[in-house]
């Protein structure tokens, strides 16, 4: 009597069910952080487009997370770019607390800019921001205290003055400085040096170093 074809082959094992569900995919967020995941990508779309480019759906999106993520962590666009805004003059208040002096401040300014070029586009437009944020207004002076006191520790024979238009004047230089160069208009101007270096030339030449006033470099 003939064999079976079947009967020599091995039994194949059963296949585990648990073994037939699909992988879950990956996420690009671990638990915990989704929030510091639709910042960091809102970041990079403002960087690449601008902050009008910003819309929470897109967001969601990008991050891989569902569409009512980004609101239930900032509410809205305005409370998003608040919170951008916020975290920016943080980052701001403590690059400039280590400041030795103005033009190490305004310098220390520059590079921030550079570094973190979102922030920077976002934190001065009022007309983006909700205004009363509790967030945004500590930090907000957090920065403007240590511009401010910069300013009186470089020029402590101008105390007399207002103050307000001293910082005003410190921080045009610096701001006037960092918004051109990212924007691409000193491009022909620095070259290949170092913006801060060419930041600091900048400085002696307007507010040259004399032996009555105090030296605003790393000598003085």
Known sequence: MPRSITADQPEQPKQSKR??????????????DLRRAILHTALDVITAEGPSALSLRDLARRAGVS???????FKDRTGLLTAIAAEGHALLA??????????????????????????FQVMFRP?????????????????????RTAVTTARPETLDADPRLAGIA????SHGFATLLLSGNLAAVVGDQDP????????????????SAPRLGPEG
């Open 19 to 32: 073994s037939e569900q699909p992988k879950q995919p990956n996420r690009p967020y671990h638990h915990g």
């Open 67 to 73: 569409h009512a993520a980004p609101a239930h962590h």
């Open 196 to 211: 801060e270096e060419v930041f600091r030339t900048a400085t002696e030449l307007l507010f040259p170093s004399t032996p």
């Open 170 to 173: 410190a921080w045009s230089l």
């Open 127 to 147: 007309e983006l921001l909700r205004e009363d944020d509790l967030e945004l207004t500590t930090a907000r002076a957090l920065s403007r205290e240590q511009l």
């Open 94 to 119: 403590a690059a400039l607390a280590e400041a030795g002096d103005l033009r190490d401040a305004g310098s220390r300014y520059v590079r921030f800019a550079r570094e973190h070029p979102a922030h």
